[in-house]
């Protein structure tokens, strides 16, 4: 997924760069809407408490040794010690998934150590699925870049349909937390049990962890823009902080075998905006300006 998102910071990024299009045809990729107006008032999450790990303070007197390991003593003879302090965390358990009996009598928690546990177990054989992109909001920018834009979108929109790829994988870790949900609901269909969650929306600079926040938890995020600069052979000259990739409409939707807790079919979606504020950047010798450029991507795996 990095690989076909660092695409879409290099699409927006090219624009200063290109001197005319090409007349393409658009290809045609369907994917299914996805809101997340579908859930009602009994699966939203209003509050959530969010498990810490329990530490404590812990003072002890130890005697103190020199560099052999014996111990130091005073004109006396008597040993010499020091206090020392110490924070120490104590270990937490994960939970383990419930069992498929009463899935109306779970909780919002147990439907989602449900989801993580087969998150777990069946990504190493996921089975055969589509990544599927759009461009949903046309690129655009500021002054002369503006008006390429308007002349790539179509490309840009051909070049992701043709880097829509075939995957292996289930989107996520196995780690989302409950206050990375807005709404999560369980629904048992007599073979499987499916899993529906909405999750929060989440905002990310140019140097973040792909693994990290609510997103980045349930789906996986571009992270770090280190990459798509890389596949562009670009660099920032300025202005690299005031990109920013905003992950909105995020839900996600797997169906569960309930004999084998394993995850046989699903859809991981969202719609990731992505802004260049006021940036100078470099592709070799070529140098530009990037204002206000915007664009919108609508990401999905479907497997």
Known sequence: MKKVLALLLALAMVLAFVACGKDEE???VEVTTV??????????????ETEEPESEIVTDVVEVTNADGEAVTDANGE????????VVTKPTTTKAPPTVNN?????????LNYYNAAVIKTDPNAPAGQSKMILAEKITGDGAIGTIAEV????AEDALARNSSPTDFIPGYGEIKLSDLTAIRATDNGDT???????KEQTDGSDEDSKAGPVGRAIGTLGSIDGALSELGATF?????????????????????????????????????INIGDA????????????NIKAAVDYTVVI
């Open 26 to 28: 658009q290809a045609a």
């Open 35 to 48: 809101t997340t107006e579908a859930f009602g008032a009994e699966d939203a999450i209003q509050e959530v």
């Open 79 to 86: 040993a010499v010690t020091e206090t020392v302090t110490e």
């Open 103 to 111: 899935v109306s009598e779970w909780s919002q928690q147990d439907m």
């Open 152 to 155: 790539v979108s179509p490309i």
């Open 193 to 199: 049990i499916v899993i529906e969650m909405a999750v």
């Open 237 to 273: 000259e300025s202005g690299r902080e005031t990109v920013t990739l905003n992950y909105t409409n995020v839900t996600v939707r797997a169906e569960i075998n309930k004999s084998t807790g394993l995850i046989t079919s699903g859809q991981w979606h969202y719609l990731v905006k």
């Open 280 to 291: 100078k950047a470099s592709i070799s010798i070529l140098k530009a300006n990037l204002k």
